[in-house]
């Protein structure tokens, strides 16, 4: 008999919790202060190597972010993981450098018409937007991603053109920028769709990191993160409890759960460094804390390992 032929995946990935910034931006409910730090820190230690702490956008833009110094500070003594902000302008960027962070995230849509409803400018616009931040990280020893938003369909404009996308690396290569976060902000991708997508860019920016942020509003988001995987993709973004949900953007819902990606990953036999039965337990308690999730299967029906009892068998009756 042939030996069955096995799909060629990674042997390690990196997952990014966007919970505290992603997540809790789509709380209407306010979020204490200590329950954030309180949460953060026990993200921290399920081996999560990387968490998207905050963002450092307008209080008046995002209420439930005004903490954001206050969270950042209150967590400089976990050395174990590595902080990220999300920052809109250089405003938002001398913020979070001032707070701590070591690596700001830039913000950019891929469509205008997003761009309009998520940072009230175009495109263009946002990009000019980019020198004064990457000059200041630069003079600052920071580090900076690019990211584009609804870069798989745009719930304004539809399925957004491969060639947009590319023009938009291409710009963020100009800058200087090496790692590009693809977000299907609204879950509008699907499997081929991705696989193709990441097979022109990586041949066309070999030099670029590629990472993945996807949100599962019509269950996809695994299907994705497998053939993300097939293209060699290793860095991805969850969010614990499936929380998230980008208030400009109308009927999205949150992440990948993180606990269903390092399960689904670990089932696979690929190394996550996150002890899943902490991060099950992390799971739990938070959800406690908000009150809610936002679609884990985990949560809802645990691992596989988690075996049941074999059901009762009555000798049958004679005859």
Partial sequence: MNRAE?????????????APRDGFQAEETWIPTERKIHIVRELANTGIQSIEITSFVHPKAIPQLKDAEQVVKSVQDLTNVKFRALVPNVKGAQRAIDAGITKLKLMLSATDSHSLSNANCSVEEAQLGFAPIIELAAKSGVKVGGSISVAFGCPYEGKVPLERIATIVERYTEMGVNEVSLADTTGMANPKQIYTTLGVLKRSFPQMTFSM???NTRGLAFSNVLAALQQGIIHFDSSIIGLGGCPYAPGASGNIATEDLAHGLAEMGIETGINLDKLTVAARNIRELIGHDGGSYILQAGPFSQLHDKPHVQEKLEK
Avoid at 6 to 18: G, H
């Fill in 6 to 18: 096995e799909i060629k995946l990674p042997e390690k990935v990196v997952i990014c919790e966007v």
């Fill in 213 to 215: 942020h996807l949100h």
